[in-house]
């Protein structure tokens, strides 16, 4: 079901598993069949996703976002760069969705990968507030291990 049928309902799309959602919905240029590798978990206005985009342009990002408006309001962001900037943001999407239940259900173990780690100062909107405010930021990145790493 398409992001803006799904709103209508007030709906969380999620499909129950990654080979059953229509990727070509979200990246219609994307003629390769490439996954998402890059994912914004709790996208806010899209900010990050925006900058990753012109930054890694043969990475397919996807921001997941539970708040209705907001998800609009990211999904039409995207939809008026592809028109201004043509052949760019074609690899940026978001989907309305709680990903605290649904993460699993969109994509394979392993699938994305996250070389971004500096971008989150100052590209997100949460990091430019705290810069507007002259705060300190902590960062803390997680990188999940395999069980036979643990020693
Ligand atoms: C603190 S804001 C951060 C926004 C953005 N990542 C940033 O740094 O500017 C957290 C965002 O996560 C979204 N969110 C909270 N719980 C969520 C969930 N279960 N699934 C998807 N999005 C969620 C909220 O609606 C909000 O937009």
Redesign the pocket.
Known sequence: MPNDAANALNFYFSPVHPDEYDWSVLYPENKELKKVQFL??????G??LVTLSTMFPDNLMLG????VK?SDYVNDRIKALRIQYPGQYQNAAVL??????YLPNFFYKGQKTDPIVEK?YES??????VTRNNGEKYLAVYRRIAPSEIK
Not at 64 to 67: G, K, S, V
Not at 96 to 101: G, H, I, L, P, Q
Not at 124 to 129: D, I, R, S, V, Y
């Open positions: 914004d978990v709790g996208c806010g206005y900010g990050l997941l976002e539970i708040r907001v309305r969705t709680n990903a605290m239940k989150l997100t909107e949460e990091g430019q507030k």
